[in-house]
């Protein structure tokens, strides 16, 4: 049972190619709540069958999973789409898991941890639908003022672009610490590569948000700024990540 149960999770922890089931199913959902949902409630599955099951994790698995991340880590750089871009950052982040020990991923700590370095991938889809509203699509060299016209979003959007690339205090960065303290010199390497590829896909990523290219510019801006209540409801949200960045690490570090 708990064998066959390793192959369901393979889908919810997804590692290619099984990620394809996750990347049809996300584009399939045109509502960016929906997809923000997904992104949040997909790999909490997953968590919990490994909490039910605790199946054995077979050594191949964290290289396949390494390797996955690794893909769509490099096919990040070259998307268009931010919505999109978040898909793929999902997908190169969620195959971490399983280089953690299926102790700590399936347990009350395993749900927190996915939780927080999932919300500002949800976060972000609901931005890409915030730059929507405003050019007519968040694609990237399409928002020429994005960051004169817009600070509040810009803002918004530069925050949570650090959260998702595992920035400090946001928890990711030190899941990804905790990893490479966990793991050999090989896989050290080769998840120091991954986050090479967070950081240059999430620079690029601003740059042509917030800055854009006049002459791709083929939509005009349809609607202001976010509003105050948006700013303090996202940054709410996003301040409460960053303090929760610092509570699990003390919670990974045996304070609790």
């Known amino acids: 049972m708990a064998k066959a149960a390793l192959w369901v999770i393979v889908f919810f922890l997804p590692v290619f190619p099984a990620t394809l089931l996750f990347s049809y199913l996300y584009r399939r959902l045109s509502d ?10 997909w790999p909490q599955l997953g968590v919990l069958l490994l909490w039910l099951f605790q199946p054995q994790i077979p050594a191949w698995l964290g290289w396949a999973a390494l390797f996955s991340a690794a893909f769509y880590g490099f096919r990040a750089l070259v998307l268009k789409g931010l919505d999109a871009w978040a898909g793929f950052m999902a997908l ?36 890409a639908a915030e730059i929507s509203d405003r050019y007519g699509a968040a694609y990237l060299g399409l928002t020429p003022g994005l960051l004169a016209e817009h600070p509040r979003l810009t803002g918004l959007l530069v925050t949570t672009l650090l959260a998702v690339l595992a920035t400090p205090p946001f928890p990711a960065f030190f899941v990804m610490l905790g990893l490479l303290t966990e793991v050999g010199v090989s896989v050290a390497v080769g998840l120091l590569l991954v986050w090479y590829l967070w950081g240059w896909s999430g620079v690029r990523v601003f740059q042509q948000l917030a800055m854009g290219e006049e002459a791709a510019a083929v939509v005009s801006v349809t609607a202001g700024d976010v509003s105050c209540q948006a700013l303090w409801r996202y940054g709410a949200l996003l301040a409460g990540i960053g303090l929760s960045g610092v509570v699990l690490v003390w919670s990974m570090a045996g304070g609790v």
């Open 32 to 41: 960016p709540r929906q997809r923000a949902a997904m992104i949040v409630l």
């Open 92 to 127: 190169s982040l969620l195959p971490l898991a399983w280089l953690l020990p299926s102790e700590a991923v399936g347990s009350v700590l395993g749900h927190v941890m996915m939780l927080l370095v999932t919300l500002p991938l949800a976060v972000l889809v609901l931005l």
